[in-house]
């Protein structure tokens, strides 16, 4: 059992599907409508971000087959992309807007989408265990993480939180991520050259657990986040590291690490609470109730197209209801991802 000095909580992220503009599930929302044409960072900060950027040669677009299936490609003038809806020829994407429809050979269509770091993290290589978007978004909002802070993360692996924090610190603040596997490092640096926040992100090879943080950032950092296996070993380096009143983050997929992990911040952390993120999924309709059959009747009988009748004395649409917006819950639900264990630094006088 934890100790009642430490707090567990399990939240839940309440997501929407189907519906208007192909509203997709969680806090991620894939909205067609409103954010089809946003790129992965505002590059300079001084322009407003552009709703009309169309595609070019050699960028990146997040090609939009269905919900669940989604792919990052290049745009290469000479190049097409086959798959079960036909070819579709990179050269008919340049030049339209993001967001577009496009059709190939056969009548089939995708949407070509702008790289945001919610998609990015659905299509990304995995290396390792990712972080998705519910834990993702509670971890910036947790720590603060504004533009201009200074973070420190310890587990690079595919690199899917460090693609949110480099926006979030955008544009005057960086992410220094460390990983111990030099190839997985090598390859996160790949990546964020693609995704364009490479000016925001210095990936190091380094053991944290073993080593620590390198000395030079010792009491700069605004927030540190470890996904290590032994996070504990980790803890006095990161404190060392962080601003007084900074604020720590610990990612553990099982609940004895993270009884481990607070015996061990109890020394030099205060407010030392644990949360459990559970996404929710819902199906959005909007629908019309049969009342025909009166209060002894079917009335939970749905009609989900409007029915259109002509001709002398028919009344179907005087029967059905307005239109009203229903919702309920998938019946397929994501488990257990980990726990994510949040302490501030105390501030000595």
């Known amino acids: 059992m934890i100790r009642p ?16 503009g192909a509203l997709s599930c969680s806090c991620y929302c894939i909205l067609f409508y409103k954010f089809r044409s946003l790129r992965m960072l505002p590059i300079d900060p001084t322009k407003k971000i552009s709703f009309s950027r169309i595609v070019c040669d050699g960028d990146l677009v997040i090609v939009y087959e269905r919900h669940d299936n989604m792919k990052a490609v290049k745009v290469c003038q000479d190049s097409v992309l086959q798959n079960r809806f036909g070819v579709f020829k990179h050269s008919d994407w340049i030049g339209k807007p993001f967001g577009s429809k496009v059709f190939s050979n056969k009548g089939g269509f995708i949407y070509l989408l702008a790289p945001t770091p919610e998609l990015w993290t659905l299509v990304l290589s995995h ?91 010792s009491g700069l950092a605004d927030s540190v986040f470890l996904d290590l296996p032994q996070p504990w070993l980790a803890i006095p380096s990161a404190a060392k590291m962080l601003k007084p009143d900074g604020a720590l983050c610990s990612f553990s997929p099982c609940i004895e690490q993270v009884q481990r992990t607070c015996d061990t911040l109890i020394s030099k952390f205060t407010d030392i609470r ?35 009748h002509s001709g002398k004395g028919n009344n179907v649409q005087d029967n059905l209801s307005s239109p009203t917006v229903m919702a309920r819950p998938c019946s397929e639900a994501k488990g257990h991802t980990g726990y994510l264990t949040f302490a501030r630094l105390k501030c000595l006088s």
């Open 127 to 217: 290396r390792t265990q990712i972080l998705y978007i519910a834990d993702i978004s509670f971890v910036v909002m947790y720590l603060e993480i504004v533009p201009g802070c200074l973070v420190l993360e310890s587990g690079t692996g595919s690199g899917s939180l460090t693609t949110s924090l480099a926006r979030a610190v955008a544009p005057t603040g960086h992410v220094y991520t460390f990983d111990f596997h030099e190839q997985r490092a090598a390859s996160a640096r790949e990546d964020f050259e693609k995704t364009e926040v490479c000016n925001l992100v210095t990936v190091g090879v380094r053991d944290i657990q073993g080593e620590g943080f390198p000395e030079e950032f």
């Open 274 to 308: 644990t949360f459990e993120v559970l996404l929710r999924t819902y199906e959005v309709q909007e629908v019309r109730m049969n009342c025909s059959q009166g209060d002894g009747g079917n009335l939970g009988s749905l009609i989900r197209k409007r029915r259109r």
């Open 5 to 20: 000095k430490y707090e567990l909580y399990s939240l839940y992220s309440h997501g929407v599907s189907g519906g208007w």
